[in-house]
T-cell receptor, first 111, second 114 residues
Framework: KNQVEQSPQSLIILEGKNCTLQ??????????LRWYKQDTGRGPVSLTI?????NTKSNGRYTATLDADTKQSSLHITASQLSDSASYIC??????????FGTGTLLAVQP | DTEVTQTPKHLVMGMTNKKSLKCEQH?????MYWYKQKAKKPPELMFV???????INESVPSRFSPECPNSSLLNLHLHALQPEDSALYLC?????????????FGPGTRLTVT
């Protein structure tokens, strides 16, 4: 069964600190892996997208890594800001093209 | 323009009402999607339109009726909904056919069924 699991479920950090979110998946074969940021009550916004052959992708303070051998991805946020408070969703696209969403990590950045 | 717009932002309707959700994009995308998202849960795919034709229906109850009148517009007609249908309804669009293409999401419509 294709699954995408994320950890932790929720995380609280202080403004300015770094954090790393984890994503483990069992989808195989897969086309790409994406990280989305979703503010409460809003639509998801894409942060990064990586194919199976890519190891890392950066977007400003966001850096995603992918290990296709262990089927793990991480999203590292550097120098967190209050506006980073949101849900972060890992999404894997299998060969069928239908997106498989992870359950998300709820991040709260406190001053 | 990389924006997907959705109207209304909020909708409250009774179980006997008929209402419609609207989605619009002007990126030239020929694939459009409806998702349903409950609180603290990931989005669940409902329908996919490709080149204005319904290509995927994820066994959605008939009280939800999608419509794609042209390549820029996507509607979701609602009738005789149940309270458990209350959720955030998201529209998305992309270039069809290639999984590597980005899906752009709209801000969603918050639906409450009373």
């Amino acid at each position: 069964k294709n699954q995408v699991e994320q950890s932790p479920q929720s995380l609280i950090i202080l403004e300015g600190k770094n954090c790393t979110l984890q994503c483990n998946y069992t989808v195989s074969p897969f086309s790409n892996l994406r990280w989305y940021k979703q503010d409460t009550g809003r639509g998801p916004v894409s942060l990064t997208i990586m194919t199976f052959s890519e190891n890392t992708k950066s977007n400003g303070r966001y850096t995603a890594t992918l290990d296709a051998d262990t089927k793990q991805s991480s999203l590292h946020i550097t120098a967190s800001q209050l506006s980073d408070s949101a849900s972060y969703i890992c999404v894997v696209t299998p060969a069928t093209n239908k997106l498989i969403f992870g359950t998300g990590t709820l991040l709260a950045v406190q001053p | 323009d990389t924006e997907v717009t959705q109207t209304p932002k909020h909708l409250v309707m009774g179980m006997t009402n008929k209402k419609s959700l609207k989605c619009e994009q002007h990126m030239g995308h020929r694939a459009m999607y409806w998702y349903k998202q409950k609180a603290k849960k990931p989005p669940e795919l409902m329908f996919v339109y490709s080149y204005e034709k319904l290509s995927i229906n994820e066994s959605v109850p008939s009280r939800f009726s999608p419509e794609c009148p042209n390549s820029s517009l996507l509607n979701l007609h609602l009738h005789a909904l149940q309270p458990e249908d209350s959720a955030l309804y998201l529209c998305a669009s992309s270039v069809p056919g290639q999984s590597s293409y980005e899906q752009y999401f709209g801000p969603g419509t918050r639906l409450t069924v009373t």
